[in-house]
C-alpha cells in the first residue's frame, strides 16, 4: 500500500529559530515528490523534486530528496510568523496518482 | 490513518459529454470535502466546498452550474463536470475534513477530454 509519513505532526517555534520537516515514502513507481504550503485555501506549491541529492532552494525554504533511504527533508531557516501554515509533502507515483501525507502544522510565535 | 478515495483514476471523454468524479471517506466522517483542481508543477486551485446535507460553496470564477456538486452523505461527495470541454483537462484532487481535524487528500483523478 503506497503511503507517505510526514513529522512531526505539529511543531511550535520562535521567530528566527530553524525547522526541519520530514517526509518518508513508500510508492510504487515513485515519479516526483512535491512539498506544499496551506495556509487558509489551497496548497501552494512549494518544489518539486525528481533526483537525489540536489538541493532547492527558494529564500529561507530549501528541500533535499533521498531516493535511496525514501525521504526528503524541507528546512526553513530564521522562520517568521508568516511560515505558520501546514506544509504537505505529497509522492506523485504511476498513472498520475498523488499520495498526500497527514501535513506538519507549523506555529512561528513571536 | 484516514483514507480517502477517489473514482476513476483516470478519465477519457468527449466534448460535450458529463463526467462524475467520486469522493469517499473510507474510515471516517468527512463533515466537508473540499475539489481542487491543480495544473503541472502548480499549486491546488480550491475550487468548491462542500458540507453534507447542504449546498456546495464556490470559489470565485468557478461555474456552479458546469461544476456540479453534490455531497449527499458523509462518506461521499461528487463532482459532475457537465459539457466538459478540453480546457476542463486537468487533474481534479478532493480532499475531506472530519470536524476540525485534519484534510486527508484523495489520490486525484486525471481528466482528458478530446
Known amino acids: 500500500e503506497d503511503k507517505v509519513v510526514q513529522s512531526p505532526l505539529s511543531l511550535v517555534v520562535h521567530e528566527g529559530d530553524t525547522v526541519t520537516l520530514n517526509c518518508s515514502y513508500e510508492?510504487?513507481?515513485?515519479?516526483?515528490l512535491l512539498w506544499y504550503k496551506q495556509e487558509k485555501k489551497a496548497p501552494t506549491f512549494l518544489f518539486m523534486l525528481?533526483?537525489?541529492?540536489i538541493e532547492k532552494k527558494s529564500g529561507r525554504l530549501s528541500s533535499i530528496l533521498d531516493k535511496k533511504e525514501l525521504f526528503s527533508i524541507l528546512n526553513i531557516t530564521a522562520t517568521q510568523t508568516g511560515d505558520s501554515a501546514i506544509y504537505l509533502c505529497?509522492?506523485?507515483?504511476?498513472?498520475?496518482?498523488?499520495?498526500f501525507g497527514t501535513g506538519t502544522r507549523l506555529q512561528v510565535f513571536p | 490513518g484516514a483514507v480517502v478515495s477517489q473514482h476513476p483514476s483516470r478519465v477519457i471523454c468527449k466534448s460535450g459529454t458529463s463526467v462524475k468524479i467520486e469522493c469517499r471517506s473510507l474510515?471516517?466522517?468527512?463533515?466537508?470535502m473540499f475539489w481542487y483542481r491543480q495544473f503541472p508543477k502548480q499549486s491546488l486551485m480550491l475550487m468548491a466546498t462542500?458540507?453534507?446535507?447542504?449546498?456546495?460553496?464556490?470559489e470565485q470564477g468557478v461555474e456552479k452550474d458546469k461544476f456540479l456538486i453534490n455531497h449527499a452523505s458523509l462518506t461521499l461527495s461528487t463532482l459532475t463536470v457537465t459539457s466538459a470541454h478540453p480546457e476542463d483537462s486537468s487533474f481534479y484532487i478532493c480532499?475531506?475534513?472530519?470536524?476540525?481535524?485534519?484534510?486527508?487528500f484523495g489520490p486525484g483523478t486525471r481528466l482528458t477530454v478530446l
Open positions: 480532499s475531506a475534513r472530519e470536524g476540525a481535524d485534519s484534510q486527508f
Open positions: 525528481t533526483s537525489s541529492g
Open positions: 505529497a509522492v506523485e507515483a504511476w498513472a498520475d496518482k498523488l499520495i
Open positions: 474510515d471516517f466522517q468527512a463533515t466537508t
Open positions: 462542500s458540507n453534507e446535507g447542504s449546498k456546495a460553496t464556490y
Open positions: 510508492v510504487t513507481n515513485f515519479r516526483s
